[in-house]
């Protein structure tokens, strides 16, 4: 199992950005996909989760309204859109799968959110 994140980066408070994450050595649909983030001192935390098949989505309420998970089965890819971002989103956000009973993580994208 493989995870990738791309699309960090840094950008001003209001502003948006797109997460990728690009799976790979399972059967992507047929699994839940996460998005959870880190800030310095703190835990992780889970900001969304998209189920298999049927799409279902929830989030933390941190980000509700703002965040989007959404995935293309086609392409093994989960997304994450961020907009109107806060400083207080600035985090390593990380990809993550639950297959064959054990968690799996990608690398973890940095996203920092400053004027």
């Known amino acids: 199992v493989q995870l990738v994140e791309s699309g960090g980066g840094l950008v001003q408070p209001g502003g948006s950005l797109r997460l990728s994450c690009l799976a790979s050595?399972?059967?992507?649909?047929?699994?839940?996909m996460s998005w959870y983030r880190q800030a310095p001192g703190k835990e992780r935390e889970l900001v969304a989760r998209?189920?298999?098949?049927?799409?279902?989505?929830n989030y933390v309420d941190s980000v509700k309204g703002r965040f989007t998970i959404s995935r293309d089965n086609a392409k093994s890819t989960v997304y994450l859109q961020l907009n109107s971002l806060k400083p207080e989103d600035t985090a390593v956000y990380y990809c993550?799968?639950?297959?064959?009973?054990?968690?799996?993580w990608g690398q973890g994208t940095q996203v920092t959110v400053s004027s």
């Open positions: 993550h799968a639950r297959v064959w009973d054990s968690d799996f």
């Open positions: 998209i189920i298999r098949f049927v799409g279902i989505t």
């Open positions: 050595g399972f059967t992507f649909s047929s699994y839940d």
